[in-house]
């Protein structure tokens, strides 16, 4: 039995769900992703069976009651500076239960607060910047020990048990950037359709092309953002989610080098949470581009 299927089993006891990714990556290699984590110990005998190389993830938000700060040490950016500037204004995280990454960051693991809804998030907390800073909570997930990217390990820092975040944490953790949000979907008033149609065809050239352009080290980033942001359309019904894919899809295509399956996760995760999440957008403002 190979070191990752053992720790699945593990997990699965003390009732923490897993699934499998790619060996030596990150992305999913099961049908639904995320969604197919389970503590059942024939479906994880099947999946880490067969593939014995495969990375092991444990899903966030409620599969798991957990919540993870993902900082990190990459591409120039200091996720630890990024972290104690926000200790300095929050107030100071307790001691928790803390994994190491391949690129010298670190997960930081947490319960997720009850009655409180805390989404992923790529480099922002409380709807400001925070480089290096990721939040991993409803929808989300991250590798666990003993999964590997180029020969590096993820390690448990400390096995300790989760400690409860802060109540100022809890509410910039769940706090979005001001916005106002209806559920209510757009229904064009007589004569709109043109105008709205033109102004969704920019705002998916616009993305597309600013994404395409992307150096490395921004891409992952810039790819879940525009994704958000159209999901947003999505959500209003002024656009379609096959749209946004074929999109961005083109867009990373440009990029000399990348991960096809990767940018497919981070694309749906992105745009699941704009769809999910959407920014106000009222159509029917005359004054409106």
Partial sequence: MSATHEAARDYARRGIPTFPCAPN???????HGVNDATTDPD???RWFGYERRANLAVPTGSPSRLVVLDIDMKHGVDGLATLARLEADLGALPVTLTSTTPNRGQHRWFPMPPDVAIRCDVSRIAGEDAPGLDVRGTNGYVLVPPSAINGSRYSWL???????????????????????????????????????ARWCISALQREARGLAATPPGERNVRLWRAAAALGGLVHFGAIGENDVREALTWACSRWSERDARKDADTLERGLAWGTENPLSIDFGDDSAP
């Fill in 25 to 31: 990556g990150k992305h999913p290699i099961t049908t």
């Fill in 43 to 45: 479906q994880i005998d």
């Fill in 158 to 196: 400390n096995k300790i048990e989760p400690a409860a975040l802060p109540a100022r944490w809890i509410e910039a953790l769940s706090r979005r950037a001001a916005a106002r949000v209806t559920t209510k979907r757009w229904q064009p008033r007589r004569g709109e359709h043109g105008r709205v």
